[in-house]
């Protein structure tokens, strides 16, 4: 009982930690902007705004908003501008980016349930206890948690990722098969670089590799596909491609290539010796600069004024 009290209770304290800070840190840039584009999946039936990212978190921003006090989504104007109106202002600003915020806490506790039920299957209740205590109290973690953006919620869905996919490969039965998909599907419509951090996870953890882990693997990816389509409502738009993607992708490329140039460009400033500064010393008694070294110097400062 306690083993599962404990875990409740520092969940419900990192809880309140976050919902304490819905109401004093001021709006982020992009909060407006991932608001527009899950209003936009609710009350539009679909999603065209931006596809920069995949839209599971920003349906987590718009479904209060959008469900609790009908905040709209203007297409005529441009994502941030419509979520920026969507918000309001007075106490009508502050109630929609208190709801917009708490869409983001599901992510926080599947996050913490994750580490916790994986370190408690693979190690002791202790070990779990240890790791959901930091976990559910990390300084980063909090901070995420408490803004309407799309950064906890890979974090969180490739916890529970990772948790489905040890316990299936470990114990291949078709419920463990299922969780392990869901978790797979979600994770990918989270945020893109899922797509290269998932194979990584399963590459480490995978221990053995059967002809039932490779039917049940087909299964699993097919329902992780279909998760997929669903987060994006099954619309057709979805497989074409597109000339904003391309574009975002080419600017990302472009910017990490001109960091590692700079980067490379700073390390070889770095290496060259530094040019030797000869500055005149100045005498302590008379405004001009002294011939003799800084010892001459010191004991002419020492010296006091005649009366």
């Known amino acids: 009982m306690i083993r599962f009290w404990l875990p409740l209770a520092l969940l ?12 004093v840190f001021s709006q982020a840039f992009d909060e407006a902007f991932h608001l527009a584009c899950g209003l936009e999946w609710w009350e539009k039936k679909q999603y065209t705004r931006e596809r920069q990212h995949p839209p599971l978190a920003r349906i987590a921003i718009g479904a209060l908003p959008d469900l609790l006090d009908g905040r709209h989504d203007n297409p005529d104007v441009d994502p941030h501008s419509s979520g920026v ?5 007075g106490e009508q600003y502050r109630r929609g980016l208190l709801l917009a915020r708490a869409g983001i806490l599901p992510f926080f506790w599947i996050f913490c349930v994750s580490l916790w039920r994986w370190t408690l299957f693979r190690f002791s209740p202790e070990i779990a206890l240890a790791t959901h205590f930091v976990a559910s109290q990390l300084p980063p973690i909090l901070g995420h948690s408490g803004l309407a953006t799309t950064d906890l919620a890979p974090v969180a869905l490739l916890a529970a990722f990772g948790w489905r996919f040890d316990v299936w490969q470990r114990d291949p039965q078709w419920p463990n098969t299922l969780w392990a998909a869901l978790a797979l599907g979600l994770a990918l419509v989270s945020k893109f670089t899922v797509l290269a951090f998932a194979p990584v996870f399963a590459a480490i953890l995978i221990r053995k590799f059967s002809r039932r882990h490779a039917v049940q693997l087909l299964a699993g990816l097919l329902l992780a ?17 597109r000339e904003e993607m391309r574009g975002s992708i080419s600017a990302r490329v472009a910017g990490l290539g001109a960091f590692f140039t700079a980067y490379a460009e700073g390390v070889e400033v770095a290496r060259k010796p530094m040019p030797r500064v000869t500055l005149p010393i100045y005498s302590a008694t008379a405004g001009t600069p002294a011939t003799g070294d800084s010892s001459r110097l010191r004991s ?3 010296r006091r004024p005649r009366c």
């Open 300 to 302: 002419s400062s020492r």
């Open 85 to 89: 109106a969507a918000l309001g202002a």
């Open 225 to 241: 596909l279909a998760v997929i389509a669903s987060a994006y409502r099954f619309k057709k738009e979805f497989w074409k491609p």
């Open 12 to 23: 419900v304290i990192g809880s309140v930690r976050i919902a304490s800070t819905w109401g």
